[in-house]
């Protein structure tokens, strides 16, 4: 399988963006951890970040016929793009939101997702073990798992 990981706004500063929320690990290192648990899985990772909404629906838009499934942390997007929850409803490719802090446990509007309706799932609080868990279900549900 191929996974496209896409990574909304302020993503590309993990590690030292709240280390207390977000964790302690910088965004190369996730997407390079990534890349090697996919391939574990025979499966191949590309990751995706932006800050600029367009980008993002630009890469979703790109995925048909080249990725199996998509991999999405919006952040901030979560809340109030309907662009993007537009762009995942347009493509026939499946999405699994996901979170690494848990969402519901923080500020009140970060309770609610608007993209996730277009999502088969979402995965939120299990810090960046959310990625790799997002992977499995994907492997799992391809072969009958």
Known sequence: ???????????NLLGSREPDIYGQT???ALCQS?????????SEAECFQSNHEGAIIDAIHGAPGRFDAI???????THYSYAILDALKAVD???????????????EFRHRSVTAPA???????????????????????????
């Open 119 to 145: 999502c088969v799932g979402q995965i939120c609080g299990l810090g960046t073990y959310g990625y790799t868990a997002a992977m499995r279900y994907f492997r799992e549900a391809r072969h009958g798992g």
């Open 71 to 77: 991999i999405l942390n919006p952040g901030a997007f």
């Open 26 to 28: 910088g965004y190369e």
């Open 34 to 42: 990534l890349r090697e648990t996919a391939a574990s899985l025979d």
């Open 93 to 107: 490719v499946p999405c699994v939101e996901v979170h690494i802090s848990n969402v519901h446990q923080r500020e």
């Open 1 to 11: 399988m191929k996974f496209l990981i896409i990574n909304g706004p302020n993503l």
